[in-house]
C-alpha cells in the first residue's frame, strides 16, 4: 500500500499509453469488452484493493468516496474489496485513528448503501453479487493499534473488521516487517494476538512482514492465513515479495495468496505479463486452490496526469524519509500494469490468463473463488 489507504492509480500509465485516457470521463467508465460480459456469473474479490478517487486535491486526504468512483466499481465487474482502513503508519495514535476509521466507513456505508455493503461473513458477499453492490471488507495493514492489549482484537471484531495484517513495512510490538533491520521472529504478544484473531475469526494478513515473522505467525496460528497483497521473490528478489517457502507453508496451511498488480513484480514498469508470471508461479508453488488478485489498487482513472505524478513523487520521497519505503518504491515506477488498469482490468487478466492456456475453471478461482472459499473457512459461512 502506498498511501494511508489504497488509492486508485491505474490511468497513471497513461504516460506510457497516451490516447488511452484522454477520452471523456463518462466513455473510460464503460467497459471496452463488446458482448457478454466475461464476468457477470463471477465472484470478482480483490483480496487488497480500495474504492477512491486519486483526483482528489490531497492523495492521502481519505475524501469521500464519489459517484464516479461507485460507478467505476460497478461497471468493474468487482463483488468485494478488502479495504485498508486504521492505522497504517505515521504520527496519528494508532489505535484512536483506528476506531475513527471504522465509523467514518460505516457512516460512508450508510450513505451509500445503494452500492456499497459491509462484509462481514461470505454470505455478504454473495448478497452484494446479488444485489450489484461491492462488498466492502475492513481490513487493517497494521496491528500497531493493539498496543499491548491483545483484547483489543475483540473491539475490532466486534466493529466489523475481518482482516488484520501483523505488521507495515518497519519493525513493532508483534515482529519484523519486510524492511526492517535483521531477521525478526515473532514476538509473544504477536503470538497473544494471533490466538485472539483466531478465536474471534478474523483473518490473519502476513503481507509486509518479514520473513522468519512470516513463517513463525504461519506455523503459530491455528486457522489458515493469507497473505493478501504480494509477489514472488523466486522471480523479483526485493523484500515485499514472498518467498517459496512462505508461500507454500501458507498453502500447506489452507491459507491464500493475492498477487499484486504493483511495480515488486519486476525491476521495471511492469505489464500484465508480470502479473500473469507472478500468478502462474504461486500456483505452481501453492496449487491453483490458493492463488487470486490482491491488486493493491482501485478502478477509478486520473483526470490530470502531472499533478498526479508530482504528487506521487512527494509521497514516495515522504515515505523514504519516514522509514517505511520498500526497495521497489520509485516515483516513475508506477503501481499498476499498463495494459490493464481502470474499470476493465479484472476482463483483461481473465482474458490474458485464458490466452495462456489456464481453463475456465481455474480463472474463476483466481479472480475470486479461491479468496471466498478461504475466507468461509474462517469466518464461517
Known amino acids: 500500500m502506498i498511501t494511508r489507504r489504497n488509492l486508485a492509480v491505474a490511468a497513471a500509465t497513461a504516460a506510457a499509453m497516451p490516447g488511452l485516457l484522454g477520452a471523456s470521463r463518462a466513455a473510460a467508465q464503460v467497459p471496452r469488452f463488446q458482448g457478454k460480459d466475461p464476468l457477470r456469473d463471477l465472484i470478482v474479490i480483490n483480496s487488497l484493493g480500495g474504492l477512491e478517487d486519486p483526483n482528489t486535491s490531497d492523495l492521502d486526504a481519505g475524501a469521500p468516496i464519489s459517484r464516479r468512483v461507485l460507478d467505476d466499481a460497478r461497471a468493474s465487474g468487482l463483488t468485494a474489496t478488502n479495504w485498508t482502513i486504521g492505522y497504517v503508519s505515521g504520527k496519528s495514535d494508532p489505535f484512536e485513528s483506528s476506531v475513527r476509521d471504522v465509523v467514518q466507513f460505516d457512516g460512508m456505508i450508510r450513505d451509500h448503501s445503494d452500492r456499497l455493503l459491509k462484509v462481514l461473513t461470505t454470505a455478504d458477499i454473495l448478497r452484494a453479487k446479488a444485489q450489484k453492490k461491492v462488498g466492502v471488507i475492513y481490513g487493517f495493514q497494521n496491528a500497531a493499534m493493539m498496543g499491548d492489549k491483545a483484547d483489543r482484537v475483540d473491539l475490532f471484531a466486534d466493529m466489523g473488521v475481518r482482516v488484520i495484517q501483523l505488521t507495515y513495512n518497519p519493525e513493532n510490538q508483534l515482529g519484523g516487517g519486510s524492511v526492517a533491520s535483521g531477521d525478526i521472529p515473532l514476538t509473544a504478544f504477536g503470538r497473544e494476538v494471533i490466538d485472539r484473531l483466531n478465536a474471534r475469526r478474523v483473518i490473519v494478513d502476513l503481507s509486509h512482514s518479514g520473513e522468519r515473522t512470516c513463517l513463525d505467525a504461519a506455523r503459530h496460528s491455528k486457522a489458515p492465513i493469507c497473505v493478501s497483497h504480494t509477489g514472488c521473490r523466486a522471480l523479483n528478489d526485493v523484500p515485499r ?11 500447506q496451511k489452507g491459507g491464500y495468496v493475492g498477487i499484486y498488480f504493483m511495480p515488486f513484480l519486476a525491476d521495471r514498469q511492469i505489464t500484465s505479463e508480470d502479473v500473469c508470471r507472478h500468478i502462474e508461479h504461486a500456483i505452481t508453488v501453492c496449487g491453483e486452490d490458493a492463488v487470486g488478485i490482491g491488486t493493491d489498487g482501485g478502478v477509478t482513472g486520473i483526470d490530470d496526469l502531472e499533478r498526479w505524478k508530482k504528487a506521487f513523487a512527494a509521497q ?13 518504491e520509485r516515483p516513475d515506477s508506477y503501481i499498476f500494469a499498463i495494459d490493464m488498469f481502470g474499470p476493465d482490468q479484472f476482463r483483461i487478466l481473465a482474458r490474458k490468463l485464458a490466452e495462456r492456456g489456464h481453463p475456465p475453471r481455474r480463472i474463476e478461482k483466481i479472480l475470486g473463488g479461491n479468496f471466498l472459499r478461504f475466507a468461509k473457512e474462517i469466518w464461517g459461512a
Open 316 to 328: 514516495i520521497n515522504n515515505r523514504r524519509a519516514l522509514g517505511i519505503s520498500a526497495p521497489g
Open 241 to 251: 515479495n514472498k518467498t517459496d517457502e512462505e508461500l507454500r507453508l501458507v498453502a
